[in-house]
């Protein structure tokens, strides 16, 4: 006599599930700004069985649970990238889980800014901002961060005037691959941005990264689509004493405030460093840069490009962040960066 | 150090600084404390010798200083 469990069609879909989606697992390939992809073979981390929730309740339904490292709006995803919503005629839940790592002590310290991450209406500098990977990078999403709010230096009287969101190049533009135009989002994608309600930019415009020559600058600007949506203070910072730019001394106190690490405050260790930089597309070269050190750990991580580091005394712009390592920040003086782009701060 | 010593640095920076990128494991060059200032990928007495070499082939005489900071990327 053979028995079978209710369970039976169960478990066999969910090690169908394991076959298909956890022993084809890769790791993710690193991106310059934050990313993370909706790739299942990079996304998720485990299967199991559980009760079916909806809003965070269970329905009682037992289905096949994908664990997944970050769940994103089923928009955000091609569809030829989305999980099953049946295996083996076994309905499936998708949990967002994190990605799992053997436990750590960790201290959570309480939050009193604004979250970066989140959708904020207007925009704040320090916010999450990013695009939408296309063609063959579609699947992956990412965040990096909002630095300022610019405007063009010559407007012609009577004109209304427009407002452009100030960050990187690999920012708002992918390291030059992505047309003008293409739709910029606040929340990036990767901080579970709509595309279909949170687009708040335009690309405008960018200086291409030279591969040949030294850079001076990794910079890019997105046209608000109105300028309701956006304000000038900087999120834990505040407003600008003055619009123009500072320049940069070794030992200048400063602060920053991004998208992954929030506010930080550090020291200018060095204003006149040629560095290597490693992008998705290449190394490329950099002159006369900035550099800072952390006052109380990093002052950066990835996610953080596009800040606006900014003199403590007086609240003057002195650089934009673009990249680091895990204890050096780097930015391009804000100078060249205005002048590259002709635009002049909004305060 | 005055603005023709920094003058002075800033010169000599620029015209060893593409030798020096292009020296394996080096990530970066500037002036700190009013010193040259070579940024190391990795702590390497390797490194060291190669860029100390270079720079006394290239500058005889100028002061330098290491710094290991690992590589960079775009955040």
Known sequence: ?347 | MNRDGMNELEEIKRRVSPKLLQTKGVSGVGIQSGALTVYLAEDSDDIRRDVAALLEAEEPGTPVKFLVTGTFRAQ
């Open chain 1, 1 to 347: 006599m053979s028995v079978t469990s209710t369970r039976d069609p169960l478990l066999i879909a969910k090690s169908a599930a394991v076959e298909r989606y956890l022993k084809t697992a890769q790791p993710r390939p690193t991106f310059s700004a934050s990313v993370a992809s909706v790739r299942p073979e990079h996304n998720v981390v485990g299967v199991g069985l559980g009760s079916k929730l909806i809003e965070g309740r269970s329905t009682g339904t037992v289905c096949v649970r994908f664990y997944v490292e970050r769940k994103i709006a089923k928009d955000a995803i091609p569809p030829t990238l989305l999980l099953p919503e049946n295996i083996n005629e076994v309905e499936t839940d998708v949990i967002e889980s994190g990605r799992f790592r053997a436990l750590q002590l960790a201290v959570v310290a309480p939050q009193r800014a604004r979250d970066p991450r989140a959708r904020m209406r207007p925009a704040h500098p320090g916010c999450s901002v990013g695009f939408q990977f296309t063609g063959d990078q579609a699947g992956f999403v990412m965040a990096g961060t909002l630095g300022a709010i610019v405007k063009r230096q010559a407007e012609k009287k009577g004109e209304k005037s427009k407002e452009y969101l100030l960050s990187n190049n690999h920012v708002l533009a992918n390291e030059g691959l992505l047309p003008v135009d293409s739709p910029i989002f606040q929340p990036g994608l990767l901080d579970d941005g709509n595309v279909s309600t949170d687009q708040i930019a335009k690309l405008s415009q960018f200086v291409p990264l030279a591969p040949a020559t030294p850079n001076d600058v990794d910079c890019a600007v997105a046209e608000v689509l109105d300028t309701k949506l956006v304000r000038g203070s900087i999120l834990g910072i505040g407003r600008l004493a003055d619009g123009r730019p500072v320049e940069a001394t070794e030992g200048m106190p400063v602060e920053k405030s991004g998208r992954t690490t929030g506010f930080t405050a550090g020291t200018i260790a060095d204003t006149n460093a040629d560095v290597i930089v490693g992008y998705e597309t290449g190394n490329f070269t950099f002159q006369n840069q900035i550099i800072v050190v952390g006052d109380h750990g990093p002052f950066s991580q990835a996610g953080d490009s596009g800040s606006l580091i900014v003199a403590t005394v007086p609240r003057r712009a002195v650089a934009l962040l673009f990249a680091g390592s895990a204890t050096h920040t780097i930015g391009n003086p804000i100078s060249a960066v205005l002048s590259a782009l002709n635009v002049v701060l909004v305060h």
